[in-house]
């Protein structure tokens, strides 16, 4: 079932008034008034402000070229395909394609006019549509103003739980493959990159809007919180784009082992594996600490960069290229490596995150 939003309802509610205060006033055509008070109710005050002064520009723009045309060339059929022709081009050319079909509608109205009344009418609709554009920016303004920084930080949680979920998952899909089908999860792949599309939208509304946010850092600037979203939201589509890679690795590692007669998985391959397995662990414990830290606005103890995991990881290798040699195994130790260094990159660049915003300067290993 569709959800009914606010803007919905800010939007049918500025058409009655609009309707209304036109038709007190006995001002025509009120309907023109209400397609600008629709036009005009944009999903951020800033966009709603921004598009009001250009569909003035637009509506003048329009009026003049009618009130032009009209008393050199009279309010006929063909004066009107032309001005229309003319109207576009300027509006094109002034950057305002937005505005073509409303400056339009407003040449043809005032041509529309008997001669003698060209300048009435085209001052009659030029205050339709202002009276279309104030009510919907009072009332965008006042009634449920948007709070896309409150929004985005929603989504944003949500949006790193599955994309840290997804990445962990092709690690754990990696590890776990041995002579079964494939597993890729498409559907948490695809609501990932929806999610981050949707963060991103988000962002940048946020920003429009000449503020930041509505909440505020116990020990950080609160103008800082946007620029530290924007780069948990790059965070989390590198992520995907990672555990994407991970995955086009499992076809050729079930092919070449099928081929090979799915030999069984030695001691030494299976400590490398368990060492893998223990890095998606740590994505997680540097994950929550990063959440806490731009979504819960809450402190969080630094993270060490060290080279312990990726020591143990260099051993396990050691010990099992000792043992087996030959291209088979030359394959599965590439495919190991492919899929460390994508943990390496994920694990380091969050820790650099949650350093970074906390001002440790460690964090730029």
């Given at each position: 079932?569709?959800?009914?939003g606010?803007?919905?309802?800010?939007t049918?509610?500025?058409?009655?008034?609009?309707?209304?205060i036109?038709?007190l006033?006995?001002?025509e055509?009120?309907?023109?008034g209400?397609?600008?008070?629709v036009v005009?109710?944009?999903?951020?005050?800033?966009l709603?402000?921004?598009?009001?002064r250009e569909q003035i520009?637009?509506?003048i723009?329009?009026?003049?070229?009618g009130?032009?045309f009209?008393y050199?060339?009279g309010?006929?059929?063909?004066?009107?395909?032309i001005?229309?022709?003319?109207?576009?081009?300027?509006?094109?050319?002034?950057?305002?394609k937005?505005g073509?079909l409303?400056?339009?509608?407003a040449?043809?109205?005032?041509?529309?006019s008997?001669a003698e009344?060209?300048?009435t009418?085209?001052?009659?609709?030029?205050?339709?549509?202002?009276?279309?554009?104030?009510?919907?920016?009072?009332?965008n303004?006042?009634?449920?103003?948007?709070r896309?920084s409150h929004l985005l930080n929603?989504k944003?949680r949500?949006?790193?739980?599955?994309?840290?979920n997804?990445?962990?998952?092709?690690?754990?899909?990696f590890?776990?493959?041995?002579?079964?089908?494939i597993?890729?999860?498409?559907t948490?792949?695809?609501e990932?990159?929806k999610?981050?599309?949707?963060?991103?939208?988000l962002a940048e509304?946020?920003?429009n809007?000449?503020?930041?946010t509505?909440?505020?850092?116990?020990?950080?600037?609160p103008?800082?919180?946007?620029?530290?979203a924007?780069?948990?939201?790059?965070?989390?589509?590198?992520?995907?784009d990672k555990?994407n890679?991970?995955?086009?690795?499992l076809p050729?590692?079930?092919?070449?082992r099928?081929?090979?007669?799915?030999?069984?998985?030695?001691?030494?391959f299976?400590s490398?594996?368990?060492?893998?397995e223990k890095?998606?662990?740590?994505?997680?414990?540097?994950?929550?600490k990063?959440?806490?830290l731009?979504?819960?606005k809450?402190?969080v103890?630094?993270?060490?960069?060290s080279?312990?995991?990726?020591?143990?990881?260099k051993e396990?290798?050691?010990?099992?290229h000792?043992?087996?040699?030959?291209?088979?195994?030359?394959h599965?130790?590439i495919?190991?490596?492919?899929?460390?260094n994508?943990i390496?990159?994920?694990s380091?660049?969050g820790k650099?995150?949650?350093?970074?915003?906390?001002g440790?300067?460690s964090?730029?290993d």
């Open positions: 079932m569709y959800k009914i606010a803007r919905i309802i800010k049918g509610l500025a058409v009655s008034v609009t309707m209304y036109c038709r006033l006995n001002i055509p009120a309907l023109f209400a397609v600008s008070a005009n109710m944009q999903p951020s005050v800033y709603t402000l921004k598009t009001a520009v637009v509506h723009l329009g009026a003049v070229v009130l032009a009209g050199v060339l309010g006929n059929p063909l004066t009107m395909g001005a229309a022709v003319f109207v576009i081009a300027l509006l094109v050319n002034l950057n305002l937005s073509l409303m400056g339009i509608v040449t043809i109205f005032v041509l529309s008997p009344q060209f300048l009418h085209a001052l009659g609709r030029t205050a339709v549509i202002l009276i279309g554009l104030v009510v919907a920016m009072l009332i303004i006042m009634l449920w103003p948007p896309h929603k944003l949500a949006c790193n739980d599955v994309a840290v997804y990445f962990c998952q092709a690690v754990q899909d590890v776990s493959l041995e002579d079964q089908e597993p890729v999860p498409y948490q792949r695809e990932a990159n999610l981050i599309e949707e963060c991103r939208l509304r946020a920003r809007e000449r503020h930041n509505g909440y505020d850092y116990q020990f950080l600037d103008n800082h919180w946007l620029p530290l924007e780069q948990l939201i790059h965070y989390n589509d590198v992520m995907v555990a890679q991970i995955y086009e690795l050729s590692r079930l092919e070449r099928v081929q090979h007669g799915s030999l069984p998985i030695s001691s030494e299976r490398m594996l368990d060492i893998l890095g998606g662990s740590t994505i997680k414990r540097v994950n929550e990063l959440v806490t731009v979504c819960d809450s402190r103890e630094p993270e060490e960069i080279e312990n995991y990726w020591e143990n990881l396990a290798i050691d010990k099992w000792k043992k087996f040699t030959g291209n088979y195994y030359l599965a130790l495919e190991i490596g492919v899929v460390a994508e390496r990159w994920v380091r660049e650099s995150l949650v350093n970074g915003i906390l440790n300067k964090a730029n």
